[in-house]
């Protein structure tokens, strides 16, 4: 249960249908070369859900002083004592050596991105202590998964997969900003940087509106670059409605539960949509085979 509560289990649903996205993404740009199997799936799973827990816990770990001043944060298991700051650090150093051993095995291409995807994963909590791009590093983070989901079943680097990362980095680093807005009077009073200290909550926002718009073009994009018109045209329109009425219903009452459906609804409306045209494509083929055989090809 601390586990859990560490890692904010439940938020697993930001990034989870993005990484799935980018295994579909991967089998679709390079199907000659698709190495899937239930093994590697549980192997996809297991890098994601350890890169996660090990980032968390770092962020936990190493603000532990910092969250300890802020009412918003001190209720968090280390701040508050629930846990200490040594079982603390084994939780995160231990999956962050799985995440890379998971990546090991799926590929020199994953093993490679790994190093690069760890030092991010610490290197983000350090950032707000001397720069105000933190939010684009959290960002690169997300952009990093469904890159790396593909290539774990490929061992080669998707161009759609990376399209989707680009969009990823615009979404998370959009919402990140507005999501800093709840903390500038502590953050400045600390001396921490974010862009919401640096030029103030009105420019946020609309810094934040830019990188919603550029999610939704880099979207159409994306269905572009699999050559589905469903895509080029669903996606951006979907996903710009759940931003805008995430931010219209919810930014202004609660931002962290605009924050989190916003993310966790963006997400899963890609992943949905993406099955919806990937999916029939394996069993369009099949069909295909089994006419060809069957001779009713020849009738």
């Known amino acids: 249960m601390k586990l859990l509560q560490l890692t904010a289990f439940k938020q697993i649903i930001f990034g989870l249908p993005l990484m799935i996205s980018g295994v579909l993404l991967g089998i679709y740009s390079h199907p000659e070369a698709v190495e899937f199997n239930f093994k590697r799936g549980v192997l996809i799973f297991l890098a994601f859900l350890f890169a ?48 890379i051993l998971c990546c090991q095995m799926l590929g020199k291409t994953c093993f490679f ?16 202590r001397f720069t105000s791009l933190c939010h684009f590093v959290l960002g690169c983070v997300h952009l990093l998964s469904p890159l790396m989901a593909a290539a774990a079943c490929t061992h080669h680097l998707s ?27 502590f953050d400045k009073g600390h001396l ?23 999610t939704c073009l880099l979207l159409g994009c994306l269905g572009l670059s699999i050559s589905s018109v469903f895509l080029t045209l669903s996606l951006p329109l979907l996903t710009g409605f759940i931003l805008w009425s995430t931010r219209k219903f919810l930014f202004k009452k609660d ?10 609804l963006v997400s899963s409306i890609i992943l949905l949509l993406i099955l919806i045209v990937i999916i029939p494509i394996p069993l369009r083929k099949l069909g295909c085979r089994l006419r060809q055989s069957s001779g009713f090809e020849r009738l």
């Open 255 to 264: 931002v962290f539960h605009f924050f989190f459906w916003s993310n966790a």
């Open 159 to 185: 161009f759609p997969a990376f399209v989707l990362g680009i969009a990823s980095f615009c979404l998370i680093s959009g919402n990140d900003i507005i999501y800093a807005i709840q903390d500038v009077t």
């Open 52 to 99: 996660r827990s090990s980032g968390m816990t770092f962020n936990q770990l190493i603000d532990r002083k910092i969250d300890e001043k802020n009412l918003r944060t001190q209720n968090r298991l280390i701040p508050s004592g629930g846990l200490s700051p040594r079982n603390a650090a084994l939780v995160a150093w231990t999956t962050l050596i799985a995440f």
């Open 192 to 214: 921490l940087h974010s862009i919401p200290v640096r030029i103030g909550e009105a420019e946020s926002i609309k810094l934040a509106t830019i990188l919603h718009v550029a």
């Open 113 to 128: 991105l790994s190093f690069f995807a760890a030092f991010l994963l610490i290197f983000y909590s350090f950032t707000k």
